[in-house]
């Protein structure tokens, strides 16, 4: 019979040789992991990370008729240098290249300024002779540097504001307009720590304002070019000389409203678009903030019921409202709103819905307010009919307070509201100026 001793020893061997292979197996996978991730984050770091923005660039048209497979975006970036510079010459002038060294520290491309865009579709139109009601769109449609001004009208003018490049076409199978906003120059600094601006430009065609458009944002430059095309599509030949064109020129603000820097509005009446593309060079004005003498009227009717201690207000129609102040051109998009003081501190308040394109608004809306009070001596109604805008403020065309201190008209209608509880009273006001 075998020794027991002999057959316990190789047993007690086992678990060692186990363990021994299993430490060696655990240092390998980890050495291995550990190669791995510093061969991804080796690749990561000599990769070039790609253009986000490509949307965004010059030249490229953001509608469906347009976008074709001749669009290139740079070269293949698995290609070597040599590859890069041959592939170059054989890109076609439709083609857009992405040049990413030549950007600045802002992500835009740089321009040489002493280059001019020239296109071979405008066409140089031969002067014809204009009537004396067209010289004056005529002559506002050259650059002021060529208009020989005297030094004493060089003091009254307005402050420099810069100028607009645009170009207009007509598109006569698909009936559609189209405007190219090609750069801007000389805007005034709006920032005054860096001594720039975020500049963008919003457009829309007057007098329906039904068509609003926006470019995007250059940052940190007096002297952008934008080159981004709009085409704005059910438009017939024959009523583009109706419209008007209005370019309000903005600088972005990430911290509060944006700021204005000025204005371009260019009637279409005598612009000339059957031969072909027409390039306009013209001067930012500045926003023209007029008020109208006339404000338009409104009519209110008021309730006091004192046994509920509410006040019904109805808000029916208004009349002879202004036209739009930017413009003077398109019709308003009014609606009100009704706020409740008491004690001069305002405790509720209400709006009508919007009214599209009218300067007689007809609204028929009801709001009950609850008085926190017995009585109404000290309390006080504002209406404020307001200019609905969805790309720009929106503007108080007109202001009416009916209250105990109201004078006038509008006095004896509180007095009469007062007077007589639950009784209906309605009465026409004018309104002031917001």
């Known amino acids: 019979m075998a020794p027991i001793v002999v057959s316990g020893a190789s047993f007690d061997e086992v678990p060692a040789v186990v363990g021994i292979v299993s430490a060696f197996g655990l240092i390998f996978t980890v050495s291995m992991f550990a190669w791995i991730c510093c061969q991804r984050k080796s690749s990561k770091a000599t990769k070039t990370p790609p253009y986000k923005f490509v949307h965004m660039l010059k030249g490229v048209d953001i509608y469906p008729e347009n976008l074709s497979n001749k669009k290139k975006f740079g070269a293949d970036e698995k290609s070597d240098n040599k590859d890069k510079d041959s592939s170059k010459a054989k890109i076609p ?5 992405l ?3 030549n950007r600045d520290q802002n992500g835009n491309f740089t321009k040489t300024p002493a280059k001019v865009r020239s296109s071979p579709e405008i066409e140089n139109v031969p002067p014809k002779p204009c009537t004396d009601s067209e010289k004056d769109s005529v002559t506002s449609q ?13 003091l009254n003018n307005a402050p420099n504001l810069g100028s607009l490049t645009f170009s207009l076409k007509y598109n006569f199978d698909k009936k559609a307009l189209l405007v190219n ?27 329906d304002k ?14 952008p070019a934008f080159e981004e095309t709009f085409t704005f599509y059910g438009i017939p030949y024959n009523q583009v000389q109706e419209l008007s064109l209005h370019f309000l020129v903005l600088s972005f603000d ?9 204005e371009v509005l260019v009637p279409m009446s005598g612009i000339d678009l059957s031969e072909g593309k027409v390039q306009m060079h013209r001067d930012i004005t500045k926003r023209n903030c007029r008020k109208s003498v006339g404000r338009g009227e409104l009519l209110v009717s008021l309730c006091y019921q004192s046994t509920t201690n509410t006040l019904t207000v109805v808000v029916l129609k208004a009349r002879h409202l202004p036209k739009n102040d930017v413009t003077g051109l398109s019709a308003a ?28 608004p007809v609204f028929n809306e009801l709001f009950v307010f609850d008085i926190p009070c017995e009585g109404i001596e000290n309390i006080s109604v504002e209406f404020m009919v307001i200019d609905f805008d969805r790309m720009m403020k929106n503007e108080i065309i007109g202001r009416l307070v009916l209250g105990a201190s109201a004078e006038g008209t509008v006095g004896e209608h509180w007095r009469e509201i007062c007077e007589h509880p639950r009784r209906q009273i309605a009465k026409w006001h004018c309104l002031s100026d917001g």
Do not use: W
Request: hydrophobic share 30%.
């Open 333 to 360: 998009d009014p609606y009100v709103k009704v706020n409740l003081y008491h004690d001069k501190k305002r405790i509720s308040k209400k709006k009508t819905h919007v009214k599209k394109c009218t300067l007689n």
């Open 254 to 262: 990430r911290f509060s409203r944006d700021d204005v820097i000025g």
């Open 181 to 207: 906003i090609i750069e801007a120059h000389g805007l005034p600094a709006m920032d005054e720590q860096s001594m720039t601006s975020d500049p963008y430009i919003k457009m829309s065609i007057l007098p």
């Open 142 to 154: 050259t650059p002021v540097s060529d208009k020989p001004t005297a030094p004493s009208e060089q």
């Open 93 to 97: 002038k439709n083609s857009l290249h």
């Open 210 to 223: 039904k068509h609003r458009v926006k470019t995007r944002v250059l940052r940190k430059t007096l002297d």
């Open 99 to 101: 040049d990413l060294e």
